[in-house]
Each structure stands twice: as structure tokens, then as C-alpha cells.
């Protein structure tokens, strides 16, 4: 005969299988992803009071909302398309056209993180006057320097443009401060981000030219293969953005770099903008420096 348990011991039971269900989760073998080291969308340590950086963030709280562990490995920009298709690492956050510039685009699937503007620095003193251009042919005349690896590299060479490769994102803004290079090719946050802990009594001193170069996504990139893993990422990505922890990452990267919260919209892809979201620029210009609240509302490791 079939020994009925208590009320009490099956809700027991129940709440210890949640409990061991959960704990298996969070044990499991972390999801390894690679990046190129490009503060602030990542950094080798964690900030004080941040985190490891805007894009680790980010794709650490959508995999943690669906009961995954990431779990982040520096590598140069030169070996990120081949850390993942040799299956060195599970993901790769950074862009798609990486893949594309080496063919191998059909064998990898992307979710899109957040939107950078590619934008021209220069120093005032060098162009007091400002600097314009066309098309990129028209900085001919210039040296410019761009990371070693970059999607652009063909564009510039195309283009006829001198270049100074750099092994790292902050090394562009260290050459145009000692003059070696008339203009740095950086993503619009990482090179205020740069400048505000390189040279914080000198930021008014630094510029964009006012034409941007292009938007591109960051991404996350996954094996075609490993679709499952794809499309539970993507799942956490419209978790986070339900919750607020999107938003709110966005707003305290912004605020460290010193960049309008305005213009936060333009930087979020399309399928995540919600309808209120362009109200939210406001709110979020006017919303306190509050990293206790952010981390109030990441889930518990």
C-alpha cells in the first residue's frame, strides 16, 4: 500500500528539490567567454563599486537570469573569431564583422548587447579649429591611430589613411595626448572613459569630430551549433531589460564616462527599446549615482 506523506513533508520535498534544482544550476561548468580587453566594456579586474564593465555586465546579469554562470577570458582582438570557432570558448562578445572580414560568418549566430559609436578624438590644441571630413580619404593628410585587429582596417586602407596600430583600446588616447597621432579612431565611450581617469584636469581639451564614423553592435557570438545556448541568452537579455538591470547598467556606465544619459536610447538596439524608453532620458539624466541600488537588484550569485 502506498504511504501517503503529511502535507507538511511533501511541501518539504518539494521546496528541497527547488533548493537542489537551483544549487545544480548555479554548479554547473560556467559558459566561457572571450573578449578582447576593451575598457569600458570590459576590464581584466573588477571596478570598486561597478563591476568588470559595461558589456560584462550586462551579458553576466542576462545569463545569471536564466540560471547560468559566465565567466570571462581576455584574449587579444587578433584570436577572438578563432577562440570561438576552434571551441576555445563557448561565446565571444564583441563585433560580428569580425567574422565576416574572415569568412566565417555562416557558422556563428549573434545576439545583439548594446550599440557603439565609432568616433574620430582629437586634441583642441592640435585643431583648434575643429576638424570635418566627407569621406575618409579627406584624412589623408593625418596619422591616425585604431586598434591592431580592428573591422576598419580595410576601410582605412582602402582609403589611403595612415595608421598606428595599437595592442590596446587606451593606447589610441595615450599617442594623441603625447602627440604622436593627429586623431584616434575609439568607440564614443570608451575613449571619454579614457580620458576622464588618464587626464581628468585636461578633458576639455580633448574633442570629437562631430561626424561620427559608424554604429555598430557589440554582440555576443555563438557557435550555429550551440543554438540553445543562443536563444536561453537572448531570453536573459529581455529578463534584464524587464527588470530594470539594463537600464540601470547603462545609466552607471554613462555617468562614469561622463556622457549625457540622453543619450542612452540610441545606444540600445531595437528589438530591446521599450515604448517608454525615450521618455526615461530625463529620469535617467536626473537619477542619483546609486551602484547600491544596482546591486541591490542583480540576483544573488
Known sequence: MPVSLP?????????????????????????????????PFIYQEEIPGYGCGLGCDIVKAA??????????????????????IEKKSAANMGVFRWYQAQGVESQVEKVDILMMNFVFFYRKSRFPDGVTYRQLSDLSPYTISAVRGTFLARAFEEAGLKISYNTRVEQGILKLEAGRVDLTVISLLSGWQVIRERYPDDIDQFATIEKPLLK????????KEDHQLSADFLRGMKKIVSNGIYEMTLVKYFRRAGIDTGLITEN????????DMEDKSTQWSNMPDSGH???QAMPAD
Not at 216 to 223: A, G, T, W
Not at 268 to 275: A, G, I, K, M, S
Open 268 to 275: 540600445v538596439p531595437l528589438y530591446l527599446q521599450t515604448p
Open 7 to 39: 502535507v507538511f513533508s511533501q511541501s518539504m520535498a518539494i521546496s528541497m528539490c527547488l533548493l537542489l534544482m537551483s544549487f545544480l544550476s548555479f554548479a554547473q561548468v560556467p559558459v566561457k567567454i572571450s573578449s578582447a580587453n576593451a575598457p
Open 293 to 295: 541600488l544596482f546591486r
Open 63 to 84: 545569463f545569471q537570469s536564466v540560471s547560468y554562470k559566465a565567466e570571462f577570458q581576455i584574449k587579444p582582438m587578433t584570436r577572438m573569431v578563432w577562440s570561438l
Open 216 to 223: 555598430e553592435p557589440v554582440s555576443l557570438m555563438f557557435r
